[in-house]
């Protein structure tokens, strides 16, 4: 277990956040997690789990104690006829670990390629792109509970998937007795298991793939194939946090009724919008934001970003306070014209 205070966190947010952590300790196992609770102040201290801080907003220092997980391990646990199923340690980098399914012949995690961020944190908001979200590839997880240090295991069930959301979204209940009803700043995910179905078939449905597919004249892709064009069309339209900071999406793609949908259209016939299996209509958030003049305006250094007008962007020193101001703008003119209340997507810390 290794402490450290006053540590810079702008290397560990994707924003490139300006911030400290008052306290830091690195997490690399198991075992770091035991030694930290048997630390009476280090126990007792409020907690942050630090993934690849891909899906944050830091609005200042963080005075709770971060555990930055650096939990490392790849490998392969199952290989049957029908799926292979493989384990990851939560500090994995995400997209390391797709090109390594990939590399020891498995497809499944192809369409979730070039997601920045760690693989303790895909379950949290279960990420998702171009028609796959982790839930389709989930297993289980293992992670222990920072208050009595108990280590678990929890399924798909269990985790309470939805879009963009788990039960680790959602704060803890006080007390004992409410586990699994919120894990916020409770539990510390230590390795995650996927599983990879055989044989695998390509998720094609996006347009955006289609196209690609079709471009290339690919009868029948191969999973690499895949992963390659999701890369190229997500370094068409995301900004690379090395280059220009961001959280990726920075808002959820709100959902309405049809009627409201119906509603919308007679007012707005342009507006991009999904139907859902459940009867609900997804719209784009994207459009909305674009439809208000959004796409390239700034709050002092944090702007919206050029190409795709769900992304906020850091353009150099920006603070949290002016990316949650350039929010809450967004918010209410969206709001203002629409009627529609969209819900942010990182957590503000
Ligand atoms: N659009 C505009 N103007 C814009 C942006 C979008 O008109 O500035 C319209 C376009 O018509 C476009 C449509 O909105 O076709 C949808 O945009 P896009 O295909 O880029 O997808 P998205 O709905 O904005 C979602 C996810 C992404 C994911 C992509 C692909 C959410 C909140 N975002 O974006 O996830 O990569 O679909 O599946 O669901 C993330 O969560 O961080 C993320 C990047």
């Not at 560990?12 to 035991?34: P, Q, T, W």
């Not at 044989?199 to 895949?226: N, S």
Request: proline share 6%; with cysteine; hydrophobic share 45%.
């Amino acid at each position: 277990m290794i402490v450290e205070q006053n540590v810079a966190l702008a290397p560990h947010n994707s924003f490139g956040i300006v911030a400290k952590a008052r306290e830091l300790v690195r997490v690399r196992s198991e075992a770091d997690v035991v030694q930290l609770l048997a630390d009476p102040r280090l126990a007792a201290s409020p907690k942050f789990v630090l993934g690849g801080g891909s899906n944050i907003v830091l609005t200042g220092d963080v005075r709770s104690l971060v555990l930055k997980v650096e939990i490392a391990g790849r490998r392969v646990i199952e290989d049957g006829p029908r799926a292979a199923v493989i384990e990851a340690g939560a500090g994995e980098n995400w997209h390391e670990l797709v090109d390594w399914t990939l590399a020891q012949g498995f497809g499944g995690l192809e369409n979730l390629a070039l997601i920045p961020g760690t693989v303790g944190a895909a379950p949290v908001q279960n990420i998702g792109a171009y028609g796959v979200e982790l839930q389709d590839r989930f297993e289980s997880l293992d992670a222990v509970d920072l208050r009595s240090g108990r280590v678990f295991t929890l399924d798909a069930r269990q985790c309470a998937f939805g879009y963009r959301d788990s039960v680790f979204k959602h704060a803890a209940p006080q007390g004992e007795a409410g586990r699994g009803m919120g894990l916020a700043g409770r539990a510390l995910i230590l390795r995650v298991r996927l599983r990879l179905p055989k044989p695998w078939r390509p998720e094609l449905g996006y347009m955006d793939l289609e196209r690609k597919r079709a471009e290339a004249g690919a009868e029948r892709p191969t999973a690499r194939q895949v992963f390659d064009w999701v890369c190229a069309i997500r370094r068409a339209k995301l900004p690379d946090p090395r280059v220009l900071g961001n959280a990726g999406s920075f808002f959820k793609n709100p959902t309405v009724t049809p009627e409201q949908c119906t509603d919308i259209i007679a007012r707005e016939p342009g507006i991009v919008h999904y139907p859902m299996p459940d009867g609900s209509v997804k719209l784009a958030a994207g459009w909305l934001i674009d439809a208000c003049g959004w796409k390239g305006k700034s709050v002092g250094n944090a702007g919206v970003y050029e190409k795709q007008a769900l992304v906020l962007v850091n353009r150099g020193g920006a603070t949290g306070g002016e990316v949650v101001t350039l929010a809450r703008a967004i918010q209410t003119s969206v709001y203002e014209r629409f009627g529609i209340r969209l819900e942010p997507e990182p957590v503000v810390v």
